[in-house]
C-alpha cells in the first residue's frame, strides 16, 4: 500500500508539472509580442547646416509654423516604436539629418530650440497613416515664447492640414 501511494504520488506531481509547463508554453504562444520604443536625441549648434536642414524640414512638413526664434540650438528627438525586437539598422535610418522624408506606425519627432535671450520654440510631429493611402508628419503640438522681454505664449495643438 506505501509503495502504491508513492506511486501515485509521484504520478500526481509529474501530471501537475506537465500541466503547469503545458499552459506557460499555450500562454507564452498566445501572448503579445514585445514591444520597444527606439528613442535618439541629438542637438545641433545655431547655424549649423543641421539646424538649417530641420528648419527647412519643419517648413516643409508645417508651413504655418516656421522658425521664428533665432540663434537658437535646436534639440531634435526621433522615438520609433516596433513589436518584436528592434534592429539597429531601422533606429539609425530614423534618426539621421535632414530628417526622414517618411515615417512608420508609431514613430515621432519632437524638436526644440532655445536661445541665449530666453526665447524657444518646440514642434512635435507624427507619423500618420489615411484610409486612401495618404501619409505625412502630422504637427501634433507646437509652442512659442519670443524670450524674456515678452513672455507672451503661443500655443496650437494641431496641425493647419
Known sequence: MKYVMKKLHACLIAGALAAATAGAEDASASS???STTSTTTRIYAPG???AASIHSWIRNNSPGYGPWVPGAEVKVTISTASSGPATRTAAEANSSV??????????????????ATGGRESWSYTWVTGEDAAAF??????????????PGMISASTSPR
Open 32 to 34: 503579445p509580442p514585445i
Open 137 to 150: 508628419w502630422q504637427l501634433t503640438a507646437y509652442d512659442y515664447k519670443k524670450g524674456d522681454t515678452d
Open 98 to 115: 535632414p530628417l526622414p522624408a517618411k515615417g512608420s506606425p508609431g514613430q515621432a519627432i519632437g524638436i526644440a530650440q532655445a536661445n
Open 48 to 50: 549649423s547646416r543641421e
